[in-house]
């Protein structure tokens, strides 16, 4: 008997320090138990290309949402990054950009590409968060938010081709250390922290696609590394940007909604992949925007364009349970 506390001690005590791994915030939900939303992608031009006027339908529609907190699926700062701490770019593409009162919530950003030919280190930086208390950027981290939880992951050092084909892009990979190495610690954090979760809904954020009818496609090795470990853990939703496009692609395979809003500025137009017609629920090849809304026993989404106008709207339910 005495052995055995001993050893559910010991298991306890490791379960508790590795799952500290990933950093953690904590989003109090709405007194009713529910969550709402908005989700951006591939952004950050200095408002061209109708950035501003998505931001203008965010304030919105944000508004009537009522929403907690805004997810930023990545490439935040275009072309390259930011240069620094000091780059301009983070007032005239951020903070003077989603000024609407409604969108003065915390924003839970991951990078993208194009954040990493910058400089990676400047994003990450508290002074940001001095500079704009709404700014939140790790690279792989965890939002628990009671009805559901977020766990946000580094897509862009999987990606074997800026590595191996740079082209004419400099990236800085400082900080990541040996590849191989990093990608392998990432896998194994985000498997731990979905296994320990005890939250109804669980929602995966990154930068590149797993399935995307889009110009860039599927990321051959987020579908061979880190779908399965997803599925196996029976995420609700994954949620990138990268193409420019709004998407859902709801999978026969799993039960995973695939969902891509990557719409912040430029648009890809016409450039779409032929994509089974059973899964594909949204392809649009121009700008917006994606909401989320969540209770204890349903998830509702929409995507709306750059008038604010709502292009698709989905939902799903679960039994109330009381278990864990
Ligand atoms: C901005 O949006 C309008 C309306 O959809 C569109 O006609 C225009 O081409 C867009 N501009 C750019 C630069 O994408
Ligand atoms: C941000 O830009 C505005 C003009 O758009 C300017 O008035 C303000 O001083 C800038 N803030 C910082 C911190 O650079
Ligand atoms: C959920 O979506 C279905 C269509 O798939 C719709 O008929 C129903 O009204 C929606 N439910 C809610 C609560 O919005």
């Not at 508290?126 to 700014?135: M, Q």
Request: aromatic share 12%.
């Amino acid at each position: 008997m005495g052995l055995f506390v001993f050893f559910a001690t010991i298991t306890l005590c490791l379960v508790v320090d590795s799952s500290a791994v990933l950093e953690r915030f904590e989003e109090a939900p709405k007194p009713d138990g529910s969550l709402s939303f908005l989700v951006i992608g591939d952004w950050g031009r200095g408002g061209a290309y109708n950035q501003s006027q998505v931001a203008v339908q965010m304030g919105v529609i944000g508004e009537q949402l009522d929403i907690d907190f805004v997810i930023s699926t990545g490439d935040n700062f275009y072309d390259d990054g930011l240069r620094g701490i000091d780059d301009a770019a983070f007032n005239y593409s951020f903070t003077k950009i989603y000024t609407a009162p409604s969108l003065q919530k915390p924003w839970y950003n991951v990078l993208g590409n194009h954040d990493y030919r910058g400089d990676v280190e400047a994003q990450l930086s508290p002074v940001l968060t001095n500079l704009d208390k709404r700014w939140v950027c790790l690279r792989s981290y965890v939002v628990n938010a009671e009805v559901a939880e977020f766990f946000f992951v580094d897509t862009t050092p999987f990606v074997g081709k800026y590595f191996t084909e740079p082209e004419d892009h400099v990236y800085d990979w400082s900080g990541i250390g040996p590849r191989e190495q990093y990608i392998s610690n990432i896998l194994e954090d985000v498997d731990l922290a979905l296994r320990e979760s005890n939250a109804k809904w669980k929602i995966v954020v990154g930068h590149h696609a797993i399935r995307s009818a889009g110009h860039h496609g599927d990321t051959k090795e987020l579908v061979n590394q880190l779908l399965p470990i997803l599925e196996a853990n029976n995420i609700d939703l994954f949620i990138n940007g990268h193409d420019h496009c709004l998407q859902h692609i709801s999978s026969l395979d799993s039960g995973i909604q695939f969902l891509t809003s990557g719409g912040g500025f430029k648009a890809w137009k016409g450039d779409v992949k032929w994509w089974v017609p059973e899964e594909m629920k949204l392809y649009h090849d121009g700008q917006g925007f994606m909401s989320v809304k969540i209770t204890q026993t349903q998830v509702d989404i929409a995507f709306y364009d750059v008038f604010g106008n709502v292009l698709h709207k989905w939902n799903t339910s679960k039994q109330l349970s009381s278990t864990l």
